[in-house]
T-cell receptor
Framework: DAGVIQSPRHEVTEMGQEVTLRCKPISGHNSLFWYRQTMMRGLELLIYFNNNVPIDDSGMPEDRFSAKMPNASFSTLKIQPSEPRDSAVYFC?????????????FGPGTRLTVL | AQSVTQLGSHVSVSEGALVLLRCNYSSSVPPYLFWYVQYPNQGLQLLLKYTSAATLVKGINGFEAEFKKSETSFHLTKPSAHMSDAAEYFCAVSGSSARQLTFGSGTQLTVLP
């Protein structure tokens, strides 16, 4: 079975550029989560979707960040404009509709470097 | 609301020695508890989970954890460390009514030859 797929795996961009990170959740999962991991702040939940609807975006740092889930098999996290402090590893995770215990399945992450 | 505290951001053990990684939680509802492992340059992988069925939970790679309600703890153990266990370990908690997981700050495990 394919796990959570994220692309790109690495992204290097310059300050001010738009960055789009992509995620394909596991088929049949109805919840999707975006996390950011840094040395300073650890693992932070940015936003999560349930049945393609954003439920909690309180972790989104500021208006430069936006996330969409147009259908059950695809989500994007966009940063516009990007800043050096956005450099981090961004993880996408999904969880099944039938999951009673909220177990999440993580993708391999996208390492973002903003110069 | 839930929270997790992992005691010790770095733990070093010798190969073959006992591994003990500490996790204490706070939850206003009966918790679901998880341990995840992250190998370098990879995503998080589930090691084991507590779902109230049994207080001693066995996971992959020889790890286990014991839920102690009186101590609000869910410590992770392995009797004999292997070099391949070197990784970062995260404890997480969830409540029955919320889909989110709250993660601890992680413990980096180093295994010395």
């Amino acid at each position: 079975d394919a796990g959570v797929i994220q692309s790109p795996r690495h992204e290097v961009t310059e300050m001010g550029q738009e960055v789009t990170l992509r995620c394909k959740p596991i088929s049949g999962h109805n919840s999707l989560f975006w996390y950011r991991q840094t040395m300073m702040r650890g693992l932070e939940l940015l936003i999560y979707f349930n049945n393609n609807v954003p439920i909690d975006d309180s972790g989104m740092p500021e208006d430069r960040f936006s996330a969409k889930m147009p259908n059950a098999s695809f989500s994007t996290l966009k940063i516009q404009p990007s800043e050096p402090r956005d450099s981090a590893v961004y993880f996408c995770a999904s969880a099944p509709a039938s999951g009673m215990y909220n177990e999440q399945f993580f993708g391999p992450g996208t390492r973002l470097t903003v110069l | 609301a839930q929270s997790v505290t992992q005691l010790g951001s770095h733990v070093s053990v010798s190969e073959g020695a006992l591994v003990l990684l500490r996790c204490n939680y706070s939850s206003s509802v009966p918790p679901y508890l998880f341990w995840y492992v992250q190998y370098p340059n990879q995503g998080l992988q589930l090691l084991l989970k507590y779902t109230s069925a049994a207080t001693l939970v066995k996971g992959i790679n020889g790890f286990e954890a014991e839920f102690k309600k009186s101590e609000t703890s869910f410590h992770l153990t392995k009797p004999s460390a292997h070099m391949s266990d070197a990784a970062e370990y995260f404890c997480a908690v969830s409540g029955s009514s919320a889909r989110q997981l709250t993660f601890g700050s992680g413990t980096q495990l180093t295994v010395l030859p």
